[in-house]
């Protein structure tokens, strides 16, 4: 028996120790991605290192197989038109992208993220975000 909770006990140990380097791994990438987005002068829609159009953006990265990016669909293609001219609003289908997954350092599905009209990001949300959350951090960015 003690041999049997002594053997779950390291189990559990290097599961932990796992799930914490794999944690750092994440960070590290995360900012990593962070870094080359403010110092590459390119803003991260730039298709080719082509200027991109000067206007803030969100974009938002998930997989249209998860209920929250399902229900965030009409919402993003409202805002779409909505801020056409002053905003632009970008979904990423990580099932035809995944290697933006890591590009933008995604941990949890869906991801939004805003950028200022440079391309620096401005603010990060993990999961379903409302229309009025959105309208509300457009407008923080002053954008209406």
Known sequence: MRRKETLLLIVTLILIVIGFMFNISCDNQSKKTADQKTTSGVSPESPGGQKAE????????????????????????????????????????????PKEASKYGIRLIPTQIFFDAEGKEVFRHEGFMDKQSIKAKFAEMGVY
Not at 62 to 81: H, N, Q, R, S, V
């Open 54 to 97: 000067k206007l803030p953006r969100l974009v938002d990265l998930g997989k249209g197989t998860c209920i929250p990016c399902k229900k965030m669909k009409p919402i993003l293609d409202e805002l779409k038109a909505e801020y056409q001219g002053k905003a632009i609003v970008r979904v990423i289908d990580l099932r035809d992208e």
